[in-house]
T-cell receptor
Framework: EDQVTQSPEALRLQEGESSSLNCSYT??????LFWYRQDPGKGPEFLFT???AGEEKEKERLKATLTKKESFLHITAPKPEDSATYLC???????????FGKGTSLLVTP | DTGVSQDPRHKITKRGQNVTFRCDPI?????LYWYRQTLGQGPEFLTY????????KSRLLSDRFSAERPKGSFSTLEIQRTEQGDSAMYLC?????????????FGSGTRLTVV
């Protein structure tokens, strides 16, 4: 069965303090690994799709990387507006669903 | 078209009542998904439509739940005989076929409270 585990559950950073979020996964036939950002009371907002080990994608202060077992979301010099819950999900070749982790709640303080 | 629209945003219902939610996807998107999210958890897949065909259903979708997408446009999710455990955020998302590079576009959800 597909599994996605995210760590840490919560992370508090000072503005400018870089860090990484972890997503460990098991899946039979990876179709893609997805990162989303979710603000309170809103639906998830798409950030990245990664397809194969070694792939990297960047967007502003965020950089996502992928290995065969894990993905990392690196946040460089975060700002308070980066505060949100970051969700990781995997899609398998065998279906259409995404299997989400519980998310990492990030708080960036000034 | 400003994105995926869900209605209502909030619904409070008494246990045992039926409720129906509506989702209007982005107009050119042929794929539509329903997910359920409870506090502190990630979204859980419920069902998937490609155009008007319902192609996949989760084990979570008990016989009290039914979803439709007539004519491949908007979709409805109905829950019959609601239970307190049905209290959650119900999220709708849409996407274009073979456009995983762009992920899904989620709506803001319908928050259901069963009292």
């Amino acid at each position: 069965e597909d599994q996605v585990t995210q760590s840490p559950e919560a992370l508090r950073l000072q503005e400018g303090e870089s860090s990484s979020l972890n997503c460990s996964y098991t899946v039979s036939g990876l179709r893609g690994l997805f990162w989303y950002r979710q603000d309170p009371g809103k639906g998830p907002e798409f950030l990245f799709t990664l397809y194969s080990a070694g792939e990297e994608k960047e967007k502003e202060r965020l950089k996502a990387t992928l290995t065969k077992k894990e993905s990392f979301l690196h946040i460089t010099a975060p700002k308070p507006e980066d505060s949100a819950t970051y969700l990781c999900a995997v899609g398998a070749n065998s279906g259409y669903a995404l299997n989400f982790g519980k998310g990492t709640s990030l708080l960036v303080t000034p | 078209d400003t994105g995926v629209s869900q209605d209502p945003r909030h619904k409070i219902t008494k246990r045992g009542q039926n409720v129906t939610f509506r989702c209007d996807p982005i107009s050119e998107h042929n794929r539509l998904y329903w997910y359920r999210q409870t506090l502190g958890q990630g979204p859980e897949f419920l069902t998937y439509f490609q155009n008007e065909a319902q192609l996949e259903k989760s084990r979570l979708l008990s016989d009290r739940f039914s979803a439709e997408r007539p004519k491949g446009s908007f979709s409805t999710l109905e829950i019959q005989r609601t239970e307190q455990g049905d209290s959650a955020m119900y999220l709708c998302a849409s996407s274009l076929t073979q456009q995983d590079n762009y992920g899904y576009t989620f709506g803001s959800g319908t928050r259901l409270t069963v009292v």
